[in-house]
């Protein structure tokens, strides 16, 4: 009963959330002001944009290599390369690469976009810190702006991106956002076949959840 009833207030508040953010296409952040369009996180009602750039104030960036993986808004990657890292956003989406292009013309900033599926047309150089704000919704994404809620029927999304981490031989220094909604410990075993592990740096609550930001780093046995 309790499960239906949390099921009822996330599907009639999710329905007004969403109509809500639809006609707020802007964000202003620090002086950075973006253009956001429907179907990409908005950083001012999604929790999980707020923790990744919250950590990436509070800590000395100035001169690092950073991947945001999936960056959406990009928000977090505007507040890095103001910071004076050296950044690189990708997304799996062309919309989200060529709106991420005209809000860098907008706010005079350049660093790195590149439109791909997770590492796929990454260059393979070294990230001093790899960010990810991920889909996790199990369910197959059909429009293009669904990869950003769901992770595949077999959660594909963390399958991919774990064995592409330790293809790469990355073994620290990544940093992923999320929450109670999602199937936690179903997504820790899928890392942990590839022997990472999950450290909890920062929760936060809201109404309906809460959120979480993890360190995630490879295990050395």
Known sequence: MKKRIKSAIHYLFGNRLLKIIEADNTYTYDQITLTIPPGVFHPHYFTSSKLLTQFIENNHVKSKSILELGCGSAITSFVASKKGAYVTASDISHQVINNLVLNQKNNETVFQSICSDLFDDIPLIHFDYILVNPPFYAK????????????????????????QLNERGIKKCIYMTLSSDCELEKIKNIALEFKYSFYLIKTTKSISEENYLFEIRQNQN
């Open 140 to 163: 197959n994404p059909i429009l293009e702006k669904e990869h950003a809620w769901y992770c595949g029927q077999d959660f594909e999304f963390f399958k991919k991106l774990f064995l």
